[in-house]
């Protein structure tokens, strides 16, 4: 029996492990960010993922090569509908352990919205006043630590198929937690727009589920070079999966299994351009592949994202911002399919 003869460094990282199947299509995030924000804000944003486009834009960094000169951008097209925050809910701390205090729900919730929101059990159907549950949490502000915003995007507004309501739980960021409790009194019941809410040249993470690709070998889900041609038995298996003793098969040995389907994250991707499919259509001639037609505001992110098309794409405010000025990029043009549009229009950024 032939054998290999040099050892060989491990294939694939440990740092995605387990790679299991995501249980939903929404993203989970865990963490958030409060660096650098001095008002209350909503933490993070659910779009839709489009398709991709070429932008032309005019190299902006000062100690490059290539400053003042054109360059060409790969960037993704994301579909912002409008996010209509349904409640919130105050956290507190005890043992080192965040505990859900109360939950403010609005009083216009659609039908199909409140069968998707977890007081629905409890009062069968109906929301807890408003003004009520106001009242409660504005006693028990000494014990918040933070709060989250309950809101929701239907895919439906943004011209596909699915009426089903994408529910989530966003973090507030920014001031303390008065502050950022007058904050959603504010916006409660209300709708925030994209245009009101990115700005041209801002960073943000993107956070999403990739495509799934089913159940692959180690040659491809891992990376392991195949074993020479005169092998024992096989060749697209890995040599030896574990020594005599101790008798058991290590989790750091590759195995075959679910291959994408993951939630993985991408940071600092850089928002080029926000606007409104009726002032500067985006959309090609036939439409994007596999989407169709956008209709209201969408954003140009540099770069590519996580997700198929038509995925729910997360862009949160990044965990470890850039250290450098904000600035509106410099569009020449949009390529869209072969096709040169004229440059959009993007709204000076707001000075903090």
């Not at 489009?50 to 400053?67: I, S, Y």
């Not at 309950?150 to 966003?170: A, K, R």
């Not at 020479?228 to 890995?238: F, I």
């Amino acid at each position: 029996m032939g054998h290999r003869k040099h050892n060989a460094p491990r294939r694939g990282s440990l740092a995605f492990a387990p790679r299991a199947r995501h249980q939903v299509l929404i993203p989970r995030i865990r963490n958030w960010t409060t660096r650098g924000i001095d008002k209350p804000t909503l933490a993070g944003f659910p779009t839709f993922k489009a398709g991709m486009v070429q932008v032309v834009t005019l190299d902006d960094r000062e100690k490059t090569p290539n400053f003042g000169k054109p360059m060409f951008n790969p960037a993704t097209v994301l579909s912002a509908p409008t996010l209509t925050v349904y409640g919130f809910r105050a956290y507190g701390r005890r043992n080192a352990i965040d505990f859900a205090l109360i939950d403010v729900f609005a009083g216009n919730i659609p039908e199909e919205v409140r069968e998707r929101l977890s007081y629905t059990k409890e009062s069968k159907g109906t929301p807890p006043s408003s003004d009520i549950s106001l009242k409660k949490a504005e006693g028990l502000l000494n014990q918040v630590t933070n709060f989250t915003a309950i809101v929701g995007v239907t895919p439906s507004d943004t011209g596909l198929s699915n009426d089903i309501p994408q529910i989530q739980e966003v973090a507030v960021t920014g001031g303390n937690p008065k502050a950022q409790f007058e904050y959603l009194k504010g916006v409660l019941g209300k709708a925030v727009s994209a245009s009101d809410y990115f700005k041209p040249g801002s960073y943000f993470d993107t956070i999403a589920i990739t495509k799934g690709k089913g159940f692959e070998g180690v040659i491809t889900r891992f990376g392991v070079k195949r074993k020479q041609h005169k092998s024992r038995k096989t060749v697209r298996e890995v040599g030896v999966i574990s020594p005599w003793h101790p008798a058991t098969v290590m989790y750091t040995v590759p195995r075959a299994g679910q291959m994408g389907f993951h939630q993985r994250i991408d940071k600092n991707k850089r928002v080029l351009a926000v606007s409104n499919a009726q002032q500067n259509p985006i959309t090609p001639s036939g439409g994007f592949p596999h989407f169709g037609e956008i209709r209201g505001d969408y954003v140009i992110v540099r770069g590519s994202v996580p997700g198929p098309i038509k995925r729910l794409i997360d862009l949160r405010i990044p965990l470890y911002p850039r250290r450098q000025k904000l600035q509106v990029p410099k569009i020449v043009e949009v390529n869209v399919s072969g096709k040169a549009m004229p440059m959009i229009s993007v709204s000076a950024p707001q000075q903090k």
